[in-house]
């Protein structure tokens, strides 16, 4: 159902905060071009925990016209808020997305019991196919194999997950057991690294942030496994072992992937989080300016 290469997009913001239609557009269309197999909207990297509701409702709105079916779109609804998660995926699905990502509640430290409560009265809501979110070291929750078993074989809508993991034997054992309860399960990698083992495990692909800048890389990789061709893979994942780098330059993370897009797109836009001015400083761009030059 969902497979290949998925970008969890940046949201670019203006200096005030606002959303820099502009500069958001020319992103969407480079991403396009490049040929991935979906777009993320709203995910952590696209900063949804700094927008109220009605101003994600204003970004999807303006996002998802732009993409206008050119590519499969995936929309982050998490929130602790239950009501909010299925009020956003009702407007979502009205808009014409193809499915949610729906990370678990954070801050306190739920059991099975309770995350399948809130799984199931989402599932029971939503209108469109529902991604699983599991990101341990921002939730505190590692979703049980179990877990995700359970709602995989009970609801039809429970599709896939993403699963942001150093260690990529929790993904897979998503990948080993909760096929043998729904085998079309979408299992990706949040860390752009796990490619090769993802795919070569039976995973779906990536949803992973450095294609935000290198997506032709991304699936140029994914066209190379399609195509049967392991050694080419093996030279690509090396390319992206190498910028994997990029992710310690900064905390967090998404200052350096930014300043990457702003680099690569040929525009220049406000690189800072939202309502935020901190920006890399010249020695981390003397150093992303070599990473992004070895890539090209």
Known sequence: MFKGIYTPMITIF?????IDKASN????????EDGVDGIVLMGSIGEFFTLSLEEKKEFLKFAIKVIDKRTKIMVGTGSNDVQEVIELNQYVY??????VLVICPYFFSLGD????EYYQKIAIESSLPILLYNFPERTSINMSVELVSRLAKEFDNIVGIKDSTVAFGNTRKYIEAVKKVKDDFCVFSGFDECLLPNLLSGGAGIIGGLSNFAAELFTSAYKAYQDGNLAKLIVFQEKINELMAIYDLSNPFILAIKEAVSKTLGHQFNTSLRSSDIKLIDSQKLILDELIRDYK
Do not use: P, Q, V
């Not at 203006?14 to 606002?18: K, L, P, R, V």
């Not at 009205?94 to 499915?99: I, K, Y």
């Not at 019991?113 to 399948?116: E, G, I, K």
């Open 113 to 116: 019991h309770s995350l399948y």
């Open 25 to 32: 557009g020319k992103l969407i269309e480079k991403l396009i």
């Open 14 to 18: 203006d200096e005030t905060g606002g």
């Open 94 to 99: 009205e808009l014409g997305a193809d499915a």
